[in-house]
């Protein structure tokens, strides 16, 4: 971590303050994720109703994105965290309050602001705050407030709700949230250079995706958002298809420590040798984590699929975050990063009822099957259209060529 040594006494102390947040928010996201689902189920839901209620998350994510993008880059990352931090404090604590399925849903939609936000400006914020020549190193590091805080999250939810019930659970998330907030309040930013399209209408906002740099990216994230999706609804379900006593938490906590273990050395290295060979190998361990789910019968066959879908999450996101960050100029950061996780946010809301109904005729099981075809489309994807022909599309995709989309150089490739 030698690169905190270039950093001024002010920038680090900032940092610092910025990671507790982090922290807080993802334990407090992560903690409900193995209630959640079995809560719903506890009021009488099939699995396609089910997966309506987590798939409205992304729905909130995806009708905020646009506006919290724009407000980051034009009015600054600090209020749009605390927009996400705002909510991720009070939406558990309207799951409490109700088992209307309707009510829960628009509950659900609003959660995902949160990430809209918070992630967003946090991932901007750091970018604003890092060296080019240690970019990679600095998000690898500050990223991993999400692998530890969904290590920590989700086993505490999951002792919470076996000992005390889906309420206390449901309040730990809540009271992550609130002292998450005290730290973001403590949170100082740099001044935002202005941007030059800042009257740009939504309508230009959106027609920026369709632009190759972008387009790309958002596609190969919208395949992994619906495997992503069909984890966080879906594996504790199948758990219980699968008859075995297993706490659920345990799994994420596993793909969190392996998420964690990744992303101190995947950053740094990839300041040398590019973003895409790592990008390449998060896409293959996606499909063989969701092929070791498809073919899970014991605890340890759940824990290894965890562990091999925390290497592939540790690396894939803060990769994409990097990614973005070179392909943009710092006014843009915001808005790039936010049209590039677009294709995420659709996939995991599209997740839920489609893969649901499927589940409804087939089982939980056959879904992650047909999420390792989805891995091995994105990875088709990512080979041959990251770049502006096929060889330098693979080239990239390998480690052996440049960036054709980057503002600036990220590594000495030849």
């Known amino acids: 971590m030698q690169v905190f040594r270039y950093l ?9 303050v910025l990671f507790a947040a982090g922290l807080l928010f993802w334990a407090a996201i992560a903690s409900i994720l193995p209630t959640l689902p079995v809560y719903v189920e506890s009021t009488g839901a099939n699995s396609q109703t089910i997966g309506w209620v987590m798939g409205m998350f992304a729905v909130g994510l995806l009708a905020s994105r646009a ?20 909510a991720v404090a009070t939406a ?32 901007a914020l750091v970018i604003d705050l890092s060296p080019a020549e240690f970019r990679g190193e600095l998000i690898g590091y ?18 919470v709700l076996q000992e ?46 369709v632009r190759p740099h972008i387009r790309t990216p958002a596609l190969v994230l919208f395949m992994i958002g619906l495997s992503f999706g069909a984890l966080t609804t879906f594996v504790p379900l199948l758990v219980r298809e699968a008859g075995l006593t297993l706490n659920v938490g345990l799994f994420y906590s596993t793909a969190a420590i392996a998420g964690f273990g990744i992303r101190l050395i995947a950053g740094r290295a990839s300041d040398r040798i590019g973003r895409g060979p790592f990008i390449t190998l998060s ?12 073919r899970a019968t014991t605890p340890m066959d759940f824990m290894l699929a965890g562990f091999i879908e925390g290497g592939a999450a540790g690396i894939l996101i803060p990769m994409m975050a990097v990614l973005m960050a070179d392909r943009s100029l710092p006014h843009e950061r915001g808005k790039t990063f936010s049209l590039c996780m ?41 080979l041959s259209l990251s770049g502006k022909n096929l060889l330098g599309s693979v080239r990239f995709a390998l480690g052996r060529g440049e960036d054709a989309y980057a503002v600036e150089p990220t590594s000495s490739i030849g």
């Open 283 to 294: 896409l293959v361990l996606y499909m063989l984590s969701m092929v070791a789910l498809w």
């Open 8 to 16: 001024d006494q002010t920038t680090r102390s900032n940092l610092i």
């Open 67 to 86: 506006h919290l993008a724009r407000l980051a880059d034009s009015r600054g990352r600090k209020i749009v965290m605390l927009i996400g931090m705002v």
């Open 142 to 159: 500050m990223s991993l407030v999400n692998p530890v805080g969904m290590g920590l999250g989700p086993a505490i939810g999951g002792f």
């Open 92 to 123: 558990p604590l309207g799951y409490v309050l109700t088992t209307s399925i309707p009510l829960l849903m628009l509950l659900r939609a609003f959660h995902g602001i949160s990430i809209a936000a918070f992630a967003l400006a946090y991932s």
């Open 164 to 209: 005390a019930g889906f309420a206390p659970a449901f309040w730990v998330a809540a009271i992550a949230g609130f002292v998450g907030l005290g730290f973001t309040l403590n949170v100082r930013e740099p001044p935002i250079p202005k941007a030059e399209t800042q009257g740009q209408s939504l309508l230009d906002f959106w027609v920026t995706l």
């Open 342 to 382: 677009v294709g995420f946010d659709l996939g995991i809301a599209l997740a839920g009822p489609i893969l649901g109904a499927i589940a409804l005729y087939t089982s939980y099981r056959a879904l992650f099957g047909i999420c390792a075809l989805l891995c091995l489309i994105a990875l088709g994807i990512f």
